[in-house]
């Protein structure tokens, strides 16, 4: 969508960030990280990567420029100046959010980049035990990041 921002616009409304939290890309195996993908989701559930032409029929499949970022041309155009990518340590879809965060970090987007690994935790934990210390403390990152200039 901030890729989409970029290139299209938002008629007039300014993306100044955006967070992701435990993201969820697609990839061919060519566009693998160095970190591999034995844990993947597509590796614990088959078939999730196929959901996605459930969720979006009109889609080319999993290398889409909507699902995989290593296939978005536009992507150096990122439609704001700060990303935050959130991860969790025992996430299946870890390896997705690091593959995020380095092709767009060599992509020539020139903004701001971050990423947040939290140990021990597995996805969307803070939606599961929103009081535990980690949620707070990745809540409070959070907030951190959106009040920045």
């Not at 597509?42 to 999993?62: A, E």
């Not at 990518?85 to 903004?111: I, M, N, P, Q, T």
Request: aromatic share 8%; proline share 4%; with cysteine.
């Amino acid at each position: 969508m901030a890729a989409r921002a970029g290139v299209e616009g938002l008629g007039g409304v300014k993306l100044s960030g955006i967070c992701l939290l435990h993201p969820y890309f697609g990839r061919r195996e060519a566009d693998c990280d160095s970190r591999g993908d034995g844990d993947s989701l597509v590796d614990k559930k088959p078939g999730v990567d196929n959901r996605w032409l459930f969720v979006c029929p009109t889609s080319s499949g999993i290398n889409d420029p909507i699902i995989n970022p290593a296939s978005d041309q536009n992507l150096r155009k990122l439609g704001c100046s700060k990303v935050l990518v959130c991860v969790a340590e025992k996430d299946g879809l870890r390896k997705r959010g690091w593959f995020y965060y380095e092709v767009l970090g060599k992509s020539g987007w020139g903004g701001a980049l971050e990423i947040v690994e939290t140990e021990g935790e597995d996805h969307v934990f803070f939606l599961f035990k929103p009081g535990c210390e980690k949620a707070v403390a990745l809540m409070k990152r959070l907030a951190s990041f959106m009040n920045q200039d």
